[in-house]
Antibody
């Protein structure tokens, strides 16, 4: 059974940092692209970052230079390092897997809540 | 950035009725358009990819059509579990983007 379990969310002050983790199981992690997608309470979905199976990374302008996605295939783990956090980054962050090059995540974790507030 | 506009924002229908949801892209996305279903407190679920292909385990009552800038998700006969929020998503160009969602509610 495919499982994606996020952790590392919590309350952080504006300007602070947080590292999210996603533990994957039930599939060959190294063969899949991985994504982070966020959702503010009551709002829609927003792509945060993506990393290909080969390690290529992608970010939208809203987080470019502040967020870093990485993966550790030996540990079946995905990470998101978030720096210079802003109130607008407050959201549930989902980890999701996608078949190589598909751009369409087919399995998602249950999400971890990040709250940026003083 | 490609903007996806979904309509209507809210659709009120009864079980057994047919639902038609629309998604329009600000520029052509070819057939690189997907649809997701999201229920309260849950993660999104992939329904349709590449405009018209059903994802694994998705019932045949869900179908997608369209290409270029105009796309449609059709649910042929609504079941109680189909009432949720539906999002379209493009993978034609980075950053990938979602529409703002259509809420399908019970009439």
């Amino acid at each position: 059974e495919v499982q994606l379990v996020e952790s590392g969310g919590g309350l952080v002050q504006p300007g602070g940092s947080l590292r999210l983790s996603c533990a994957a199981s039930g599939f060959t992690f190294s063969s899949y692209d991985m994504h982070w997608v966020r959702q503010a309470t009551g709002k829609g979905l927003e792509w945060v970052s993506a990393i290909g199976f080969a390690g290529d990374t992608y970010y939208p302008g809203s987080v470019q230079g502040r967020f870093t996605i990485s993966r550790e295939n030996a540990k079946n783990s995905l990470y998101l390092q978030m720096n210079s956090l802003r109130a607008g980054d407050t959201a549930v962050y989902y980890c999701a897997r996608a078949p190589r090059g598909s751009g369409n995540p087919d399995y998602w974790g249950q999400g971890t809540l990040v709250t940026v507030s003083s | 950035e490609i903007v996806l506009t979904q309509s209507p924002a809210t659709l009120s229908l009864s079980p057994g009725e047919r639902a038609t949801l629309s998604c329009r892209a600000s520029q052509s996305v070819s057939s690189y358009l997907a649809w997701y279903q999201q229920k309260p407190g849950q993660a999104p679920r992939l329904l349709i990819y590449d405009a018209s292909n059903r994802a694994t385990g998705i019932p045949a009552r869900f179908s997608g059509s369209g290409s270029g800038t105009d796309f449609t998700l059709t649910i042929s006969s609504l079941e109680p579990g189909d009432f949720a929020v539906y999002y379209c998503q493009q993978r034609s160009d980075w950053p990938y983007t979602f529409g703002q969602g259509t809420e399908l509610e019970i009439k």
